[in-house]
C-alpha cells in the first residue's frame, strides 16, 4: 500500500517535470509534426489521424470547451499526442530521428511526455483509436 503511494508520486512528479518541459518542446514538435506529415514513408492513415487531430484542436467545437480553465486544453493536447505517437510507431524512430531539429536528449524527452501523455487516455478508447489508426 505504501509502496504504491510512493510509485505513483514518482509517476506523477515525473509527468508534472514532463509536463514544464515539454512547454519548450512544442515549437520542435510541431515542425516535426509538419514534416512527417509531408514525408512520403508516413502512412496514409497515419497522416490523416494527426490531420484529424490538428483539426480538432484547432476547431472551435471541442468536448471540453477551451474557455473552462486547466481543463479546455486537455483534451487537444491528449488527441495531439496519441496522434503523434500513431505516427511515431507506425513510421519509425529513423525517420522521426531525420526530421528532428533538437539534440537526441530533447527528441527521448519528447518522446517520453508523448508516451506519458497518451496513456493518460482510457484505456477502452486508446483501443477503439487503436484499431482505426493501425495501418496492418
Known amino acids: 500500500m505504501v509502496s504504491n503511494f510512493f510509485e505513483k508520486k514518482i509517476k506523477d512528479e515525473r509527468l508534472r517535470t514532463l509536463l514544464r518541459e515539454g512547454i519548450t518542446l512544442a515549437p520542435n514538435l510541431a515542425r516535426l509534426a ?3 506529415a509531408k514525408d512520403p514513408r508516413v502512412p496514409v492513415r497515419a497522416k ?3 490531420g484529424a487531430a490538428v483539426a480538432y ?3 472551435p467545437i471541442d468536448v471540453v470547451p477551451d474557455f473552462v480553465p486547466v481543463l479546455g486544453k486537455t483534451d487537444d493536447i491528449l488527441i495531439l499526442s496519441l496522434a503523434l505517437r ?3 510507431e507506425e513510421t519509425g ?3 522521426v530521428k531525420e526530421h528532428w531539429d533538437g539534440h537526441r536528449q530533447t527528441l527521448d524527452l519528447a518522446i517520453e511526455l ?3 501523455v497518451s496513456d493518460m487516455v482510457p484505456r477502452p478508447l486508446r483501443m ?3 484499431r482505426y489508426m493501425r495501418t496492418d
Do not use: G, K, Q
Request: aromatic content about 10%; glycine content about 0%.
Open 57 to 59: 484542436t484547432l476547431s
Open 34 to 36: 509538419y514534416r512527417l
Open 114 to 116: 508523448i508516451n506519458a
Open 48 to 50: 490523416l489521424f494527426l
Open 128 to 130: 477503439v483509436l487503436n
Open 86 to 88: 500513431n505516427v511515431i
Open 93 to 95: 524512430m529513423a525517420v
